[in-house]
Each structure stands twice: as structure tokens, then as C-alpha cells.
């Protein structure tokens, strides 16, 4: 609780007048020689009971009318509700806001967003009363903490504008973690500000765990959630799953085939207009959606000849939340994906390559070149998706590492696989470790992370044969990075590095077979090597469909396509639209994450924030409640009821019977 | 007679020379020692025509009607009422409770006024007087007795007197009765403050002894409505005992056990056919007394 007039809390003692008054007025009595003793002890004995109880709470009605006298004139600041903000005031405020697309779902009345929402109500309540020494938004979207001179700023920042972007609730916590730690703040009060979906707080992520941990060890946080958990079930969301161009026999030109998903929290059948936008030219048509998903595959959209490459839009009308009422794509011709292994031996490298030529997608050229370490100067690195490294890690300053580093800030992918000899360097934070005989060879991948990334299970939800692999001899990986595939001894084996663009990978298992049978026995490593070369054509093709993420736009001098931009500078990779930056296409849209209206609900909240001294505060889109109010008028009326009490409890008992006139008999 | 109003400060010339208009009458008959203004149980040989009765030998011969015989041809007695005077008994209450000082005058001295006014009254009107004051006992006990002489006596013992000590007027009452050998006017003048069950029976005795009762009871207006504002440490005038009560807290508890307690008082004293006053003692002695004697006067005309 704060208080706008702090200084008249030091009247606090003043509600103690009444009882001083009272035992003023018991002292004071005078003395009277008395006849008729008997009645009066009689009346004096038997008064104690219900009058003393009558007598205390008059006081206690007085007293209390002075105290919400006192508070009132104080003008007191309560948020929310009044046990919320019962400590002091805070050295931190920090309001982590999340961004994500979901967030941009409006009240009809109001026309604000759910993330306007929650920036009004926390100016409101930082101008009002909630305050601190200094306050600190970190949102959803850039993860960077931003110190705010005035909370009036907050709602003018680029910071809390709306964003396609999917939030990332655990490390956003985390981020605030790491800032409170390293800035070494006293109290802080954290305000979360998220509608509670499930694809942003991620229960399964392995992170809660630590934070949890780390909430224990940081008692003097208050963490405040307001949460809008209300969903609209009239609201449809659209994305564009992919877009393939192919031509038509004869001179009838080009189509575009996309597969079009839409999602809706209500049920029951409903025609809609989908418009469809392609190189600016718009065409409608009604499609059906009658339950919860509806995946249209396969619309055709004519194209010219001529229209090789372009982008488009799918948009449906205006509804509840804009953020997800278009999707781009963007298309252009298939390039070939090419790849280019460095080894130390062309024998080393045959299995890679046949691995890397076998079309996986009929319709793609699929190209793989051997080069030996020393003829990587060669090197197309723009034509290039992938890389194989099987030779010693190139030093940090040398040129090939350079390349390398921007080869993958480019957004395409290097697997490293171990070389034949000894090796000290280390590249992107990640090194060998030397070669080691396994005591056995069968079982020696133990574990490997089967739910995402390039060791996943198969889409029939199979895990890959990597614990089937015949391991002779095995090279672990040291440094920092994200652990796919472990040994028997714990040791690393798969690595993901820890780059913020492309990707990186070392893998301890040599394609080698007197290493280990990962070659002949190829399941495992042809799906890993696609994998890969999959993550680099993503970011290496003409045509690119990604996530608005931060750096999305970075490498590249990239022309909004269709309309003005809607943002600046870093921003522009938050917002979503099709781009275009010389031959290439990049299309930004709002996570697949995002369209998912799972909500996690107040068990799941509590499991996850087990450990946190947390309140939550539900709110709803548009809603003008302020979370600090001033309270004086409840006070106020809390005195009158004291005072009215007071008035009950002092009236005269039933009247006496009139007063005696003198009988004479 | 000597005239005490001379000699004792409690007595009022004027107001004494204004109610010596009104004689001091028994509602009942009295039994005196001499021939007086008040009627006799007893026939006696006054002017006043009483009654006939038939003859029984051995009556005496000067008081038979010749001419009823005459009429009627039977023996008839012609009676005639015999007056008497008053014994006129003060019981005065000096227990410590009458010291209560009632605005500018105490009890005790108003107790004293009206007892020496009646005792002064009752004398001169050829009535003997006697005085008892009561309090553990009687502290004097003076009985009654006609003559100046005697009405010096209890004035001045009734001047005298002084209020101390816890109440005994139940006792002392009982103990009047029995000492009060023949009829008499027994006035009590006392705040009455013992419990009133006790009370029923003191004076049901004395009305036992056929005593014509009369009683004045003293009390003071904060006594009846308990007029207190504020806590009050309030003395008890009879022992010394202390106690501090907040009037807003105790006041009605006290006027409810006043209202009970005179109730009962006053179907005790109708019960017992006593001549009752409630007596505010601001009020003036004199307009009290004269409705005493007032009403005595007018009640015995009316029952003749």
C-alpha cells in the first residue's frame, strides 16, 4: 500500500485520543457521600457483561473512526486487491510484457489490445502509486532490459508495441532473473504481463526447473502476474503451412499451391472470405471451417510465367485480433542444395556426399562437392547450405574461420564431425575432446533428445537408431551449447552451439567405419545430415518462410514488399510481412506457436511457479480497472459506519420509566 | 408550656404558629391517661352521644334512659364517647445514612424539623410526646409524656441528636413495638434503606399493637433519578466502603432497583394501612407537614 500524503500518517497516534480521553474522564470523578449504596451495588454488580462490552466497543468504533479518518487523508494507494501490495515500496519495478502475437487480441467495446491493456493499467498504477526507484521493462520480443526514466513512457515505447513474434515466458524470466542478480537489486517488485498461452510459457521446458531454483534464492522478489486469460471464440487465425510453384502443361502458366491452416477456438460451421493476395493482385474465395482447425491443402493460385518469384498474402476479415488475420509467403524458383564436405580424406567423405545427393524432395536438386581442407579458399560460400567440416577446427583468427562465422550468421548450417587427429582449437565456443575406445560397442549413445531438433523422432513418432550404432572409438565435444546425444559416461557427444543466427552442430561419432557403423548402418546419419541441410536451405533458399524474430532482417538490405513499413529498425523484424533484399524473398509471420489457444491454467501456473511469491491479477482486454486506486472514498465510508456504530451503540437503553414523582399515600 | 422554638433552632415560630391551626389527629382511637381531644376505644363520659345498649344488671343506675323506658317499657343504657389524649411516639432514624447532605440541608436536620414541629404540635394540643432514636438500637429512648417540662426534654434530645453508624431501624422498630405499652402514634422519620421484606414485618408488627403508624420517608431527588453525569466515586455513608461507578454505564440499573424497591414499599405500607409520605427533602418542612396534618384531619372526618 502507498500513499499519496505520507506525511499525514504521523497523525496515526492521534487514534489513541478517544481512549486517552476515556481514561482522562474515569480519573476525574469526584467523590460523593453516598446513602442509597445498596442499589448502587447492585447496579454496579451487575453492569460488568454486556455494558463493559457495550462501553469497549464504542471506543473501538471511535478509534477506528479516527484511523480511516487518518488513512483517508493519506489517500492511500491499493493495488488490485488490498493484500497485493501490503510491503514496501520496491528499489525495482520491472514489468516484463509479453508481445507475442496473441497479445493483439481486442476488446470490441474499447478497441485495445490486450497487451494496451496491461501497458494502461501499469502506467496507471506506476504514476498512481506502485512505486519504485527505478523502473525496467524487458519484453517478450528483444529479452533486452530497458531502464524507463517515467512510467507515461512506457506506453510510447517501441518496446511495447505489438509484435507476430512468439514469447518465450521462461527465459524471459530468466532475463529478469540475470538482471536483478547482476545489478544487485535490494526488493523488486517483477509485473508479468501475459495471456497466459501455453506455446509462450512452455511447462515442458526444462528452464522452470532453474527458475524455480532461482526464485528460492531471491526472496525479496514479488512477482505480480496480470494475466487475460479470456480467449475469443469468434476469432480465426490464418497461416500459410507452404507454398510450392509449379507449372501448368501447355501455355496455361504458373500456379501457386498453398496449404492454408485456420484455427479458432469455437466450434460449429462458418463461411468465410478469404482473400487472397498475390504480387498485389487480390482474388476471394469462401472457404468452410467447421471445427476447431481446418488445413486447406493444396489452393491454387494461377500465377503468370513470368511471375518466377513474388510474394503474397492470405488475409481474412478483420476480427478480434488483426495480428493473425494475414499470413505472407513469398515465392521464388528452387535453388540447389548444395553442399560441400571437408574432409581429410576423400574416403571419409563418400558416405557424407551419398548421403547429401540422394533427393529427398523430388522436385529439388540436391548437390555435394568433397573439397580437402586445404582447398577451401574454393569455397562458394553464397551457393553453399551446408558444410561438413570432418578436419582439424580452422584458428579463430584465420580467414577460414571468418568465412565460416559468417556462413552461419547467414543463417545456414555447419556440422563438424571429429578429425582423424589430435585437435586443441575450438570454434564457435565448442572443441574436441580426445579420442576415446569405447569398453564396448554396442549401446554407446545412451541418450539423445527425441522431441525437437535434428536427433528428433520421426514424424510417426519413431526414435532413431542411435542406440543400434556400433561404436568402436568416439571423440566427445567440450564447451557450451545445447546437449542432443550423450554417451554412456555422460559425456556429450551431439552439440548444438550456442549461435544467435544459422546453425551449428559437432558431432563426437565418425562416419569413419573403423570408428563406428554410423555409415553402414545409415539411418541415423542420413536423417541427420538432411536435418541439417534442411536448417541451411531454410536460410540459404530465394524464397524463405521464417518466424518474425529479432535479427530476422539483419543480414541483408531486405525492401518491405506491399505496403509501408509498419516499424522501424529492429522492429521490423517483429512485425510481420514479405520482404525482399536482391534475388531473395523473405516472408515474417507470427509462429505456428501462436495460433495454438491452449491456455495453462492456475494448476499449471502454480506448478511451474512453485517457489515464487506470486499474485495474480485477471484482467481482460479493454478493462479499465486501474490496479492501484486510491481507496479514500471507502475509507471514508468505512468512518461513517464506524461513527454510525459509535451513535447505535451510545443511544439510550429503552426509555426509563418517566422519572418518579413523589407519592404520598 | 415553655415555647422551644425559643431555645432549638430546628423549630420555626411562624410556621409552628401557622400549623397549630391544624390539630394532630389519631385515625384510630387512642388510649391516653387523661381526658383529651381524641376518641377512646373505650366509652366514656363525654357530651358527645355514642350509643344505647340494653341493660345488664350491675350497670350503673345514673346512666339509664328513663324516657326510652317510658317509650318502650325496656331497660336501656344511654352511652356517650370518652376522649382522650394523643401518645404521640418519634422513632428518628440516626443511623449514618441520614448525614446525606441533600443540597443545602442534611436529612438528619430535616428529620429533626419535622419531628420537633410535631412534637411541639402534639404538646400543645395537651398530647404526651415521646422520642426514640434509632440506629444500632435506640441511641435515646425518651417515653411519651405530657407537660412543658417533657417536651423540653425531647427537644432537646432531638436537638442532640446525631446520625452515625450502620442502620438498625428494623430492630429498632420490632423493639418499639413491644416497648409502646398502649395505643400510640408512632411517626417513623428515616430514609428507609434496609431491605424491604424486613420492613413488611416491623410494621405489621407495630400495627399488631394497634399503634396508629405514620412514616415519613426522606429521600432526596438524585436518590430516586441517580442525576449523574459523569464516573463519580460515591461513599458509602455507613461504613466508609468506596465505589467508583460511571453513571452512563450503571445508571439505569440503579433507577430500575430504586423503581422495584419503592414499588414494594408501597404495597408494604398499604398492606400495613401505614401513613405513608414520600418526602423530597428540598421540599419545604412545613407545606409537608401541614399535609400531613391536613390530611389526618380530613381523613378522620371522612371516616366518622
Redesign the interface.
Known sequence: MNFLQLGMLLALPLAAVPVIIHLI??Q?????????????????R??HGI??LR?ILILAMRVLALLFLIFAVSRPLVSGWLGLAMGGTPDTTLILLDRSASMEETDAASGLSKRETAVRRLVDALEKGVRAERIVLIDSALMQPVEIERAADLANLPQTGPTATRANIPALLQTAMDYIVAQKVGTAEVWLCSDMRAGDWQPENGAWESLRASARELPNLRWRLLTFPDGSPDNIGVRVESVRRRDLPGSAGSELLLDVELRRQGTGPATIPLGIVVNGVRTVSEVTISGERELIRGMAVPVGRDNANGWGMVELPADRNAMDDRAYFVFAPEVARRSVVVAEEDKLAAPVLAALRARVEPTAAYEAEFLPPARVPELDWDATMLIVWQAPLPKADSLEAKNLSQFVQSGRTVLFLPPSGPDTGSLFGLGWDDWKTAPKEDGQVSWWRTDADVLANTGDGRALPLGELKVKRLRGVSGDGVSLARSVDGGSLVIRGDVSRGSVYFCGLSPDPASTSLATDGVAFFVLLHRVLQKGVTSGALSQQWEAAVDTLSDGTWERLGSAEAAAGVERSLRAGAYRAGDRFRALNRPVEEGDPVRIDSGELGALLAGFDYRVIEGRAGEGGALANEVWRTLMILMAVALIAEAILCMP?AP??P??K???? | MPDGSQQHSFLDPDILGRLSTIPLDARRGMIGGVSGRHRSPVKGSSLEFAQYRKYVPGDDLRRMDWRAWGRSDRYYIKEFEADTNLRLCLVVDTSGSMNYQAGSIIKIDYARQLAGSLAFLAARQGDAVGLYCASQGFQKEIPPKRGGAHLKVVLDELGAAKASGTTGLVAALHEAAEKIKSRALVVILSDLFVEPESLKEAFQHLRFRKHDVAVFHLLEEREINFDFDRPTRFVDLEGNAAVVVDPSLAGRRYRDAMRRYLDEILVIVRDAAVDYHQVVVEEKYDEVLARFLLGRHTGLKTRR
Open positions: 474522564h474515569q476525574r470523578h469526584r467523590t460523593v457521600k453516598w446513602a442509597a449504596m445498596m442499589f448502587l451495588l447492585d447496579a454496579k451487575l453492569n455494558d463493559q462501553q437503553p426509563d420509566a422519572k418518579r413523589f407519592e404520598h399515600a
